[in-house]
């Protein structure tokens, strides 16, 4: 995954985001014409984001059992605290553009989920990204193969993921119907779109 945020940039990002608005909006609008046999489409894609996903967080960069665990359970420690008094301008901004990569690819996990669910909720697709993140951290964790357990990417994760909800929750409500054709109300509690 290192090599992905060489390309992490403010126009990248921003481009990245438009474009999983667009996907998003296109595959609500897209499914909502044809529910049954597009819905599909939406847990293919879905699940082929989370192959995705967990290709790039588990793959061991070294054999399971041979790395030293480095575990880091502080909030924020790449960014402020103890840990970047030893840090070069360049690790800074790896780690910053790592954080960022990581919340980029739970954004279109997130989408394709709630276009995937059969009852959509947004919070039922942010808990189950937190809980993803969460589990992936442990295997990393159990693996021990060169991966660095950090809360930091717990919190990404969740936070790309929140996009991705936010997303899909515009979508449904700019084409009016949700993913499954059902009409759907704003539901200002969760700042997504839940099924009437």
């Known amino acids: 995954m290192w090599q992905i945020v060489l390309y992490v940039n403010p126009l990248?990002?921003?481009?990245?985001?438009?474009?999983?608005?667009?996907v998003s909006m296109l595959l609500t609008r897209w499914i909502a014409s044809a529910p049954a046999e597009r819905a599909r489409v939406a847990r293919i894609l879905f699940?082929?984001?989370?192959a995705v996903?967990?290709?790039a967080t588990i793959m061991p960069t070294q054999l399971p059992g041979s790395g030293s665990r480095y575990i880091s359970l502080t909030p924020g420690g790449a960014f402020f605290?103890?840990?970047?008094?030893?840090?070069?301008?360049?690790?800074?901004?790896?780690a910053t553009a790592t954080s960022i990569a990581n919340a980029a690819m739970?954004?279109?996990?997130?989408?394709?989920?709630?276009?995937?669910?059969?009852?959509?909720s947004g919070l039922r697709v942010l808990f189950g990204g937190f809980s993803?993140?969460?589990?992936?951290?442990?295997?990393?964790?159990?693996?021990?193969?060169?991966?660095?357990?950090?809360?930091d990417d717990v919190f990404f994760n969740t936070?790309?993921?929140?996009?991705?909800?936010?997303?899909?929750?515009?979508?449904?409500?700019?084409?009016?119907?949700g993913p499954k054709g059902g009409r759907h109300r704003v539901d200002a509690s969760e700042g997504v779109a839940a099924r009437r």
Do not use: C, H, T
């Open 12 to 22: 990248s990002v921003s481009l990245f985001v438009l474009s999983a608005a667009l």
């Open 47 to 50: 699940f082929a984001s989370l």
């Open 53 to 55: 996903v967990l290709v």
């Open 81 to 94: 605290g103890s840990e970047i008094e030893g840090m070069y301008p360049m690790e800074r901004r790896m």
């Open 106 to 120: 739970f954004v279109p996990l997130a989408v394709f989920w709630y276009a995937a669910a059969k009852r959509s």
């Open 132 to 151: 993803l993140s969460v589990g992936i951290e442990l295997v990393q964790l159990v693996m021990n193969a060169g991966r660095v357990v950090d809360v």
């Open 159 to 177: 936070a790309g993921a929140l996009i991705g909800v936010l997303v899909a929750g515009a979508s449904a409500r700019w084409v009016g119907k």
